[in-house]
C-alpha cells in the first residue's frame, strides 16, 4: 500500500463510460507514481439534493430553512444529525475525502457546468470548512468530458471552490476531454495527459504530506 491515498470521485450517471475511463488512467498513473488508489461513483452515494445549511451550530438544519425550500427536502434528510448536518449516505463520502491525501473529481459537461452528483458533493464539502477547514493541504485534480464545449469552465468551478477549501492544485492539473478532438489534439495531448495528472496529484500529495507546513498558520 502507497504512502499516500488518492481517491478518484466519478461524477458520471454513465457507468463506465468515457468519464469513467479517463479517471481510471489518471488512477493508474497515481498508482505508478506509489499512491495506493480508490474509485467512487457519486451517484451511488447522493440521491437528494443539497438542503442548503452549513452552520453545524445550528440545532436543526431543516427548521432553518425558508418555508418554500422545505417543501422541496425529501422527508429522509429533515431530520439531520446536528454534528454534521450529512444524509447518512453522504457521511461516508465526507469521511472518505477526509481521510485521503488527494482527489481527482471526474465529471461530464452539463450546459457548462458539473454533473449534479458532483456539483450536490461540492456543496456538502463547504461543510468541512466548519471542521476546522479539514481539507487543506490535501491535493486535487480535474476531469471533465464534453462533446462541444464547457469542460475547462466545469473544472474552473470546481478548482476555485477546492482552492478555497485549502486544497493545493500541481501543474497540469485541470484535464479536459473533447470527443470530438479525439486523435487530433496537439502532440496527442488528450490521450497522453490523462495519466499524467494521476502521476502529479500522487507526487505533489506526497511533497505537501511530508512538508511539516502548518496550512493555517501565518
Not at 452515494?45 to 427536502?73: M, Q, S
Not at 452528483?117 to 477547514?133: H, M, P, Q, S
Not at 473544472?155 to 470530438?180: D, E, I, R, Y
Amino acid at each position: 500500500m502507497g504512502d499516500i491515498h488518492v481517491i478518484g470521485f466519478d461524477g458520471s450517471p454513465v457507468r463506465g463510460g468515457t468519464c469513467a475511463a479517463i479517471l481510471e488512467r489518471a488512477l493508474s498513473g497515481a498508482k505508478k507514481a506509489g499512491a495506493s488508489i480508490e474509485l467512487v461513483r457519486l451517484q451511488e452515494f447522493i440521491t437528494a439534493p443539497f438542503h442548503g445549511v452549513h452552520d453545524p451550530k445550528l440545532e436543526n438544519a431543516y427548521k432553518a430553512l425558508p418555508e418554500p425550500v422545505k417543501r422541496l427536502i425529501p422527508q429522509k434528510i429533515r431530520k439531520l444529525a446536528t454534528d454534521h448536518l450529512f444524509p447518512e449516505e453522504v457521511k461516508p463520502l465526507i469521511s472518505m475525502i477526509e481521510k485521503a491525501d488527494a482527489f481527482i473529481f471526474a465529471s461530464p459537461t452539463w450546459w457548462s457546468m458539473p454533473s449534479d452528483f458532483l456539483k450536490t458533493f461540492l456543496n456538502y464539502l463547504t461543510i468541512c470548512d466548519y471542521r476546522g477547514y479539514s481539507l487543506r493541504g490535501k491535493v486535487a485534480g480535474f476531469i471533465s468530458v464534453c462533446e462541444e464545449d464547457g469542460a475547462q469552465h466545469v473544472n474552473a468551478l470546481l478548482q476555485n471552490a477546492l482552492t478555497h477549501m485549502g486544497v493545493a492544485t500541481p501543474p497540469f492539473c485541470s484535464f479536459f476531454f473533447n470527443k470530438k478532438m479525439l486523435g487530433q489534439s496537439e502532440e496527442n495531448w488528450q490521450e497522453e495527459d490523462q495519466e499524467l495528472l494521476g502521476v502529479n496529484v500522487a507526487r505533489m500529495a506526497r511533497l505537501m504530506k511530508s512538508s511539516g507546513w502548518d496550512w493555517a498558520e501565518l
